[in-house]
């Protein structure tokens, strides 16, 4: 089965500022997505980035980046700019790219407060 | 385009009763499923279904039952509500490479 792993419960960044969130998976697969989600204070599950195991380039969003190292099993996200309405938990997530498979493996997530 | 809806949004149920949380969605999707989450132990994913007719059990499935009757709705039924089943509930819906969350019910066993 697969895992994915938050090391960091909470973190806290000044506004403005860069921080990087931390997320490891195992897996024996070679295909598959990883995902990070975001959680404000009300509850909705809103998807900030996602990555194809497949590619080398690592996706961005706006302020929003990843870096995917595949060999290592890690995808970490570094959101730049920081601003207030970042505050939220952020949740890493896996799934296999398999046909037919659809299901998500959720870390327990990290709960960023942006202080101004 | 309401996209996946879920009702109620609060519930409080005591020890032993049953109930049914709706969810549905609006875009078709073949694939919806039922995470719960937990302080400190993100979303676990109790029970899914890839398309009409067609269920299975995800992480954590016990103590609730699904049926998918139609391609809109995926309702989950707790039959004998217990306080672990204290909560909050998603329900999504998506492709393989997105998925969409409803936005929760939070449900309390007393």
């Known amino acids: 089965a697969q895992t994915v792993t938050q090391s960091q419960p909470e973190m806290s960044v000044q506004e403005a500022e860069t921080v990087t969130l931390s997320c490891t998976y195992d897996?024996?697969?070679?295909?598959?997505?990883l995902f990070w989600y975001k959680q404000p204070p009300s509850r909705q599950m809103i998807l900030v980035i996602r990555?194809?195991?497949?590619?080398?380039q690592n996706a961005t969003e706006n302020r929003f980046s990843v870096n995917f190292q595949k060999a290592a099993k890690s995808f970490s996200l570094k959101i730049s700019d920081s601003q207030l309405g970042d505050t939220a938990m952020y949740f890493c997530?896996?799934?296999?790219?398999?046909?037919?498979?659809?299901?998500?493996?959720f870390g327990k997530g990290t709960k960023l407060s942006v202080i101004p | 385009n309401a996209g996946v809806t879920q009702t109620p949004k609060f519930q409080v149920l005591k020890t032993g009763q049953s109930m049914t949380l709706q969810c549905a969605q609006d875009?078709?999707?073949?694939?919806m499923s039922w995470y719960r989450q937990d302080p400190g132990m993100g979303l676990r994913l109790i029970h899914y279904?890839?398309?009409?007719?067609?269920?299975d059990q995800g992480e954590v499935p016990n103590g609730y039952n699904v049926s998918r009757s139609t391609t809109e709705d995926f309702p989950l039924r707790l039959l004998s509500a217990a306080p672990s089943q204290t909560s909050v509930y998603f329900c999504?819906?998506?492709?393989?490479?997105?998925?969409?969350f409803g936005p929760g019910t939070r449900l309390t066993v007393t």
């Open positions: 897996t024996s697969e070679n295909n598959y997505y």
């Open positions: 990555q194809e195991a497949y590619k080398q």
């Open positions: 279904s890839v398309g009409a007719g067609i269920t």
């Open positions: 875009m078709n999707h073949e694939y």
């Open positions: 997530a896996f799934k296999h790219s398999g046909a037919g498979s659809y299901q998500l493996t």
């Open positions: 999504a819906s998506g492709l393989a490479y997105e998925q969409y």
